[in-house]
């Protein structure tokens, strides 16, 4: 539920899942793999061979479809077993909606698996421009705010002027897994204070997460933005393009905080670079990227599109590539997620790793895939110091490894996951990146080894140390 804002400058708006429920609160009774399909927007890679051999719900877990803040206390307080919380369905790994598996049968009547099937706030974006403000958001509209902000919300976009959503987090309603409710604010202190600290980062592993309000900026604070479209055809022609663009957002671009870049690299090696500029950026949109479009004729690329002003407004930059997700699918659309980083810029050698290794076959034999090359920093960096790797982050890339389980034979799928694995080994032994260190953009069913550890994760020991007491 939203309310109008009570400021002109300082929007609040809030919301809460209360309202967001058409059905009544009710027990499933068939947990089952088309219930996982239409709960999921994706199934990870580590999971797919698997997911047709479930049956249906352990029958000690129970989905159910809560209407209010009141229902989620009374089932958390008389439930002695798991708990997770499905919302938009993006996770990689499918968390939430996986748990029910690994409950054992044997497991007392009393100590239920519960599952909340929560409905995801996609209007969030439209009621913010509808009441004149600006939030860092992500590009998908069916993206789970909760689960979002509570990983601390990256926005490539928007993040270098309005930080990360869960920066702008002014209260925060809680239910803890024992059934208490708690209202938390940045002001909380004592305890109530290191839960709001810590919900900020660790995901729905503190609780059920029922209301939210966030401080608005103005839309004002979005000046223009845009893209260009550059056709390499394929990595050997990308590569010279890509070290050059690099290089630009290098020296001309991480170093400022008066806009963003983002290189999109697709299956086809079409290269898109998304440009954001905000209202402290002086100078003229089109001659500052001007040395992208000296690079692309240099590399003898061909620029397919070329209009950095497209953007008029912060709702058309934030909805700008919904109709690109919406078109990801697949039966099922099979995904993993994997980062890199760093906390400085970039080194010529890092850099480097990011065209020779980062952008890889997969790209090819797994045809939905792409790799984002964003900056970070600004607001992000010197705002709230949120318990989240993201926010250490001023150079980030990305891999979305997808493809349509049903069109990939098997011996591609293995091959694929096997190039994405020793990517991330081979990441690991670069001693400047951080590997998957975003809570929204790493891969958590990966084998053990893999793995970012705690500290890495929440961005600090300090931070993982307050997660661990809690």
Known sequence: MFTPPTKQIDYLQRFCRDDQVSKPI???????VSWFRERNWSISGNKENALEQLQDRNRNTVIYYPESTKDIAELLESNQGAVAVVCGGHSSSNVATWAYHSVSEAASEDDKTIILDMKNMSSLAQVCSDAGGALPI???????????????????????????????????????????????????????????HASLGAGSAMGVVTS?????????????????????????????????AL????????????????????????????????????????????????????????????????????????????????????????????????RSLPSDEALDFVIDTWVGKYLEEAPLSLVEIRSLGGVAEKGIPLP???VNALFFAD?????????????NKSSVMEEVHQIIVDAKKQGELMVDFS???????????????GDEIFGGQDNYEIIQKL
């Not at 009710?26 to 089952?32: D, E, V």
């Not at 928007?158 to 938390?184: H, P, T, W, Y």
């Not at 891999?399 to 011996?411: A, E, P």
């Open 439 to 453: 809570g929204t953009h790493s891969q958590s069913d990966d084998p053990p080894e893999l793995l970012a550890k």
């Open 138 to 196: 992500g590009t998908g509209d069916t993206v789970g705010v909760c689960g979002y902000t509570m990983n601390g919300g990256l926005s490539g976009y928007f993040g270098k002027r309005l930080g990360m959503l869960g920066q702008r987090v002014v209260s925060m309603e809680i239910v803890l897994a024992d059934g208490c409710v708690k209202n938390l604010s940045p002001t909380s202190s004592g305890e109530d204070g290191n839960l709001f």
């Open 388 to 390: 989240s790797g993201n």
């Open 212 to 244: 939210l309000t966030f401080k608005m900026e103005s839309e004002s604070s979005f000046s223009t933005g845009g893209s260009i479209v550059v056709a390499c055809g394929n990595k050997t022609n990308a590569e010279p393009f890509l070290k050059r």
């Open 399 to 411: 891999m979305i490894v997808s493809y349509d389980g049903s069109s990939v034979s098997s011996q």
């Open 247 to 342: 290089q630009f957002m290098k020296g001309s671009v991480l170093s400022t905080t008066s806009c963003s870049m983002e290189i999109v690299i697709v299956t086809d090696f079409t290269v898109i670079i998304n440009f954001m500029f905000y209202d402290t950026f002086t100078g003229d949109a089109r001659n500052f990227v001007q040395q992208v479009r000296d690079d692309a004729k240099a590399c003898n690329v061909p620029i397919l599109a070329d209009d950095v002003n497209s953007f008029k407004t912060w709702f058309e930059a934030a909805s700008s590539l919904w109709g690109v997700i919406a078109g990801l699918k697949g039966d099922p659309l099979v995904r993993v997620d994997h980062c890199i980083g760093t």
């Open 26 to 32: 009710r027990a499933s009774s068939n947990m089952s």
